[in-house]
């Protein structure tokens, strides 16, 4: 599968799955924005459901009436029909992994119990 790069305005996004999957995986990279923390949210929803994982930066997610900021190694998973916003929060970017599922279905982990 090759990898595919876009840009939808300062964001890049780097497709990570192919695009027949049923679930999209993107590498996404904000824009340093050093108003993020201060910044009116303009929030959006769409039919999904989104998990989200930082890997570099802080990022900045309103999720309806709630806020919290996100640093490396922490996650978050919403139904994308809540209005939602994200933002980096401060001098660098923000890069993170998407997985996307448009049928709006949540991720599951496949967990075995431990061998005793």
């Known amino acids: 599968m090759a990898r595919t790069k876009k840009r939808v305005g300062e964001i890049q996004y780097e497709t990570l799955s192919p695009e027949s999957s049923p679930v999209q995986t993107y590498k996404v990279t904000l824009p340093a924005n050093p108003d993020g923390a ?3 949210p303009d929030p959006r929803v ?3 459901h989104e998990w989200l994982y930082v890997l570099s930066g802080r990022l900045r997610l309103v999720l309806g009436d709630q806020e919290v ?3 490396p190694g922490e996650a978050a998973e919403f139904d994308t ?5 994200l933002s980096a929060t401060g001098a660098g ?3 993170m992994l998407s997985i996307f ?3 709006g279905k949540r991720i599951h982990l496949r967990a075995r119990p431990a061998a005793k």
């Open 38 to 40: 201060t910044a009116v």
């Open 46 to 48: 769409h039919d999904g």
């Open 69 to 71: 900021t996100l640093g």
């Open 81 to 85: 029909r809540l209005p939602h916003w």
């Open 93 to 95: 970017p923000v890069e």
């Open 101 to 103: 599922s448009k049928e």
